[in-house]
């Protein structure tokens, strides 16, 4: 238990993506089993353990702590675990302190009231460290900003091996993973899943760099629409269905709407989008959808998922990936044809003649929700990952508008001494004259030199302070990039960007001759 | 002996601190005075312009250290153990265990002893002396930690916590946040104790403090500058190495330089998640100066005295458990004292 509380306090402090891989990869290698199964489970979000409320844990501290130090202590920590981790009065005791890998299974089964004189006698075990790390588990919110993804590629690295091996078995696996770390570590084969549900590495297309064009023979690709949704998987076997995102994470939960209508079997892929009356809605309201863990009945008609198929992974149990794409779309064409699923239909081959008629298609999608084309070789296998050559996307021009800085705040990482995040704004007309109003913020799009250049000018015109933030004069122009604009009631200014990023920085532009949010607000969608 | 209608009553807070009436001096006085004793060396407690200083022989080689050669008129060196009378209260200064020099300043009148702590911890350190309960009638006492939440863990697991980060990450500098006086030197000596005998890298506004402490023959093994050349930026060839500063420089564009830094505090206040986050730690390390919660309730009961007064941090946590044990108890709000922890 230590070794994880040690890995998980650590973890919560660690800027860097590289720091929290090479943390984990360090105590997957070096942990003992099963303690190592529940620790990659509780920060991939996996595990399953019972939970204790908050109101369990202050009654336990209550019982030994005097309540004025109490509150005294709570106000200053601010949080609950960690307070009792800190004040938490040990008796002394016999127990040895709980294996990691013992607790899910001991507290299993337990009514709340042996369940909380169980953790009461493991706090007596664990120094203040452990504690924090065993109330953060029982009460589920571990928060040490680690994604499955990330724990599970920490594990490949550990074990020198490509995250999609583990990904293409992870869903058929339980805690404490016992299968999966004797095959990384060598002592047995990869645990068949061919008869699950497990999510299938996606291939992805890299966007479409300029000159890439000229080189690219056009009649060995076929155009598709790339619509504004979230990449998906659904996979169905055996009765088991998962819808699964662009990552691997299991977003089934969110979705019954998709879910419980599916009859096939097989894995396709495709995009996720909200869709009305053969309507697709702006992004947004697909946005609404996902923000949740559960839905509403009213969510699920007034937000009605849909999902645009493009390609078939397996029909059945048959791997369809080593064939070519327009093999594979012809596959897919004729599982439609038999299966009928609901709330599916197939993405549209775009035709054209020649480049010029591809540009003239890309630019006209602005305006509805596509974000430019996809290309696909027809030859192309489908391939885990981000091959270079056989798919490219290829996106509409961003929208720009010149805007003004107006807060800066110190960024993360190795930003963290860098003021890197900018909120930026518009002009538009106040009570007492023109004013500046935030229509948005970004923290990329900019290079080292210009965001040391950029750091300066914020230590330099700094007009007022508020923790981290920074207020600044007006007086630097910013010609932002994005994707879209829509209606935001969020927003002091009434509208939201997506995607927001440096385009160019107009050092040289007066602040007066920056966009009104009228010029905005003429873009939304 | 008798007790008085109310204790100590020739002891009395005043806007420049705690003022000994019939001696006519204060003790770690905010603003300059005519006369003071001075507890340590850290800048709070130890202010420029007074006109005489009474205090250990290494608190005014520090006070010069850090103020130059006039920080104060006369400076009258006193040694652990030898009494003096100012005015008719007699003085004597005690170790506070809390940086080189460091001293409690006991106080007889009429009978009564008051003994005011200065800053003090009780754990072992090699860079000074260790603190010594003295039984007394008041006993005056800082409070920096005063929260049950503070309990400091063991000195040797945050050194291993931070040479288990140097093996996990060789390729990459650690730099260390650091008071520059006391805490960089108990931190080095810490690190030496575990075995670590490579040179250790030093922030420029470190290094006259440490020179101090060898000079006061506290070994502190190979020290080199961080520093090289041109306007104090910290040399290129430091991966791998440790590298203490001070706590305002490594959040900012002087740690920019170094190699990929994992940055790391040395502090009480690490204890707490929210006070390390904040200030963009990666490495906390809880190691402190200061007594923490059960040591502060420890030295109550060692240095029996039936009043305490609280001088500065959470006192109303501390006034609470000393009222409970039967101890009168107040806070004095004294105002200019930092949070060093
Ligand atoms: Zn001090
Ligand atoms: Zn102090």
Known sequence: MLRFAHLLDRL???????????????????????????????LAGALEVKSAKPSMIRALVMQRVDPELFGWSYDFVGDLAETTALIWPERPTNRAAPALGEIPSELDGLSAAAASEVIESWLDTLDATGRWALLKLVTGGMRVGVSARLAKTALAEAFGREVDEIEEIWHGLEPPYGELFDWLEGQSDQPDMSQRAVFRPLMLANPLEEGDLARLDLSQYVAEWKWDGIRVQIASRGGEVRLYSRTGDDISAAFPDIVDLVSFEGVL????????????????????????????????????????????????????????????RGRLERFLEREQPERTDLSEIVNFEDLEALEALRDACRGEQLEGLMLKRRDS??????????????????????????????????????????????????????????????????TDEELKRLDKWVRDNTVQRYGPVREVAHGLVVEVAFDSVHRSSRHKSGVAMRFPRFHRIRWDKPVEEADRLESLEKLIV | MARAARRASWIRVRPEGLLVEPGGFYVDPTRAVERAVITHGHADHARPGHGAVAATPATLAIMRTRYGETPFGTGQPLAFGETISING??????????????????????????????????????????????????????????????????????????????????????????????????????????GYDRPLYLHGALIPLCDLYQAHGVDLGELLPATAGEKGKPRADLSGEIVLAPPSAIADRWARRLPDPVVAMASGWMRVKQRAKQGGVELPLVISDHADWDELLQTLDDV??????????????????????????????????????
């Open chain 1, 269 to 328: 892929d495709g995009e996720l989008l909200v869709q009305r009356d053969g309507e697709v809605a702006p992004f947004n309201d697909l946005q609404q959808r996902l923000n949740r863990k559960r839905v509403t009945r009213r969510m699920l008609q007034d937000h009605p998922a849909h999902i645009r198929l493009y390609d078939i992974l397996f029909d059945g149990d048959e791997d369809l990936r080593s064939l070519p794409f327009t093999e594979r």
């Open chain 2, 89 to 194: 209260v007699s003085v004597r200064l005690v170790p506070a265990g809390h940086v080189l020099g460091s001293a409690q300043v006991v106080l007889e009148y009429k009978g009564e002893r008051v003994v005011v702590s200065g800053d003090y911890k009780r754990r072992p350190d090699r860079t000074c002396a260790g603190f010594e309960p003295v039984p007394c009638d008041v006993f005056v006492t800082e409070a920096t930690f005063g929260l049950p939440v503070f309990r400091h863990p063991p000195d040797e697991d945050e050194i291993a916590t931070l040479m288990h980060s140097r093996r996990l990450f060789p390729e990459r500098c650690h730099v260390i946040g650091t008071y520059s006086l006391g805490k960089a030197q108990r931190l080095i000596s810490l690190i030496r104790a575990a």
């Open chain 2, 304 to 341: 029996g005295a039936p009043e305490v007064w609280v001088t500065h941090g959470r006192e109303e946590a501390l006034v609470h458990a000393a009222r409970q044990k039967g101890i009168e108890a107040k806070a004095l709000r004294l105002l200019g004292y930092e949070e060093e922890g």
């Open chain 1, 381 to 446: 296998v489908y391939i885990a990952g981000r091959p270079k050559g056989p798919w490219f996307k290829w996106k509409r021009d961003a929208l720009t508008l010149d805007t003004v800085v107006m807060y800066a705040q110190r960024g993360h990482g190795k930003r963290s001494s860098f003021y890197s995040d900018f909120t930026f704004g518009a002009w538009r007309e106040g009570e007492g004259g023109p004013e500046l109003v935030p229509v948005g913020k970004a923290y990329s799009g900019f």
């Open chain 1, 12 to 42: 919560l402090y660690a800027p860097q993506r590289n720091t929290k891989l090479k943390l984990m990869a360090d105590y997957f290698r070096s942990a003992p089993d099963p303690d190592r199964g529940i620790a990659l489970a509780a």
